[in-house]
């Protein structure tokens, strides 16, 4: 069976909440329309994290679709889709920033050799103390899973797509090709890993994890048993970008996923002005160009209600 990841359309309707799913025709991609709040408009985001298509060289065509009746589109690529920028940056409005490097894990290198030594020897003795499983049905997990979410997105204010609601993490489960792995301690799940494959690819989609999980390393006893588990369904597993976007700033989820991939891919934040002339109106109180679009800046949003 082919999955689909990302671009299948049960995906995009998990998050209906941020917007209304909108197939786009040429590249075959999803997307989610969002009203302008009280600005009588609206624009176009990908989905969280990343917008996945079947047929990269029909975007450009799907952007110049959607200039009749919205603002903006704003997405981040996948790091294996095959992104004509040339073609995009062509295109009226449309411009292209370097965004996260994602870091990834060639399956066809032997698992042993996979991981610096210290993270190999690390999950080696942190599978002695924590039971690994994967979890034939995932959705028969879903409470613990969603419960186990949340503790991440208290951890860390998560906000708007990174914090699903309970029904979109139940959902996320039951797309098909889903790889939920986890970690019991004792009777509990101390920590899950949640995978969605797409191709030849496995991208780790979300992690929920319990405060015990951090002294037990479970992170890492997870990871090399994705390396296990996965390498006969997929080539590669994607292990997303780090914390932030400069990939020299060592912060500690960055050194731990650099630690165990092999390459890097870059993606793209692709950020398109649909109405040149509407566009300015709504950002008529000041444009930064580190944020897109700019009247969703949130000083902008606070001061007047216009998200």
């Given at each position: 069976m082919s999955y689909l990841g990302y671009a299948d359309p049960r995906y995009c309707a998990s998050l209906r909440e941020f917007g209304e799913p909108r197939h786009l025709a040429q590249s075959g991609g999803w997307v989610l329309v969002r009203d302008i709040a009280g600005r009588g408009s609206r624009d176009v985001t990908g989905c969280y994290p990343l917008f996945c298509a079947p047929t990269w060289d029909g975007l450009g065509d799907d952007i110049d679709a959607l200039r009749d009746d919205f603002v903006s589109l704003v997405l981040v690529t996948d790091p294996f889709?095959?992104?004509?920028?040339?073609?995009?940056?062509?295109?009226?409005?449309?411009?292209?920033v370097p965004w996260k490097d994602h870091f990834v894990i060639d399956l066809e290198i032997a698992p042993e050799r996979l991981g610096d030594e210290n993270r190999r020897r690390n999950a080696l003795k942190a599978a002695r103390s924590v039971r690994l499983e994967e979890i034939d049905d995932p959705t028969s997990l879903a409470d613990v899973w969603v419960r186990l979410y949340g503790n991440l997105v208290h951890r860390f204010g998560a906000s708007g797509m990174h914090a699903p609601t309970s029904d979109a993490l139940m959902a996320q489960l039951a797309i098909p090709g889903a790889t939920l792995l986890v970690a019991y301690h004792g009777d509990e799940v101390v920590q899950a890993q949640l995978y969605l494959r797409a191709g030849d690819v496995a991208y780790l989609h979300l992690v929920g994890v319990t405060p015990e999980a951090y002294g037990?390393?479970?992170?890492?006893?997870?990871?090399?048993?994705?390396?296990?588990?996965?390498?006969?369904?997929?080539?590669?597993?994607?292990?997303?970008?780090?914390?932030?976007?400069?990939?020299?700033?060592?912060?500690?989820?960055?050194?731990?996923?650099?630690?165990?991939?092999?390459?890097?891919?870059?993606?793209?934040?692709?950020?398109?002005?649909?109405?040149?002339?509407?566009?300015?109106?709504?950002?008529?109180?000041?444009?930064?160009?580190?944020?897109?679009?700019?009247?969703?800046?949130?000083?902008?949003?606070?001061?007047?209600?216009?998200?």
């Open positions: 889709g095959e992104v004509d920028r040339d073609d995009l940056t062509r295109r009226p409005g449309v411009r292209l037990l390393n479970a992170g890492a006893a997870l990871t090399r048993f994705s390396i296990e588990r996965l390498r006969d369904r997929v080539s590669v597993l994607d292990l997303g970008g780090g914390a932030g976007l400069d990939p020299a700033v060592d912060d500690g989820l960055t050194a731990f996923k650099r630690a165990w991939s092999t390459s890097t891919l870059p993606t793209w934040l692709v950020c398109v002005v649909l109405d040149d002339g509407r566009y300015a109106e709504l950002v008529a109180t000041g444009s930064d160009p580190h944020f897109f679009p700019a009247y969703r800046r949130p000083d902008i949003v606070s001061a007047e209600g216009s998200r």
